[in-house]
């Protein structure tokens, strides 16, 4: 499974951007998708997730009304936009795929390279 992420950067406090994580169409209709974090020094963390369909989302309390996930079939492409960035939001993330997706999280079976965001204060 390879997964692709790009489209992080450095913004502003209160910016935004647009993270892509892009698989094969096999990966793609297999697996329920989703986002980590890694700020240094600390634990890599769950941010969003959307299942194989694209009905079901569920984000970190943190995010919730600021990142907003979604999927394009048409792209095999999972997408992360995150507004009203914060300097807490940065953070090294990563793109995941997995067969399990509960309330609070995805379980994770492959995890792609990551993607640096930094936020600005």
């Known amino acids: 499974v390879q997964l692709q992420a790009y489209g992080g950067g450095l913004v502003q406090a209160g910016g935004s951007l647009r993270l892509s994580c892009a698989a094969s169409?096999?990966?793609?209709?297999?697996?329920?998708m989703g986002w980590f974090r890694q700020a240094p020094g600390k634990e890599r963390e769950f941010v969003a997730a959307?299942?194989?369909?694209?009905?079901?989302?569920i984000s970190a309390d943190s995010v919730k009304g600021r990142f907003t996930i979604s999927r394009d079939s048409a792209k095999n492409t999972v997408y992360l936009q995150m507004n009203s960035l914060k300097p807490e939001d940065t953070a090294v993330y990563y793109c995941?795929?997995?067969?399990?997706?509960?309330?609070?999280?995805?379980?994770?079976?492959?995890w792609g390279h990551g993607t640096q965001v930094t936020v600005s204060s």
């Open positions: 995941a795929v997995g067969v399990i997706i509960s309330d609070r999280a995805l379980g994770v079976d492959y």
């Open positions: 959307i299942s194989r369909s694209g009905g079901r989302t």
């Open positions: 169409a096999r990966t793609f209709s297999n697996y329920h």
